[in-house]
């Protein structure tokens, strides 16, 4: 089964964010535990690279590239999101029951 936004939402018990990090708790409704995912806090399609020269030359386009990037943690309508990424580096701890339609804490 493809991992797609709406099956993992149901999974999805809260998120702490800090300047650095996306933290995210993923909690089987059938076993009742838990297994936590933490992320870089950076756009998912990948890192924001700045070089030297860049934040020498054009300090204030570099801090608002860095800075103001939009960043999605989670919507139904984005197949690229922080919760999902987050989800993928923990996916091995949870199967797919297609009886219950839900993933479930192995």
């Not at 708790?25 to 297994?35: A, G, I, N």
């Not at 987050?86 to 479930?104: D, G």
């Amino acid at each position: 089964m493809p991992i797609i936004h709406n099956n993992v939402l149901q999974l999805l018990e809260f998120v702490k964010m800090d300047s650095f990090y996306v933290v995210c708790h993923f909690k089987c409704s059938v076993t009742k535990k838990s297994v936590i995912s933490a992320v870089a806090f950076e756009p998912y399609e990948g890192k924001i690279e700045l070089t030297w020269k860049e934040i020498l030359l054009h300090p204030i386009a570099s801090y608002n590239r860095y800075y103001h990037t939009p960043i999605t943690i989670y919507g139904n309508d984005c197949h690229e999101t922080i919760v999902l990424k987050a989800f993928k580096k923990v996916a091995n701890s949870f199967k797919w029951n297609s009886e219950q339609q839900k993933y479930i804490h192995i």
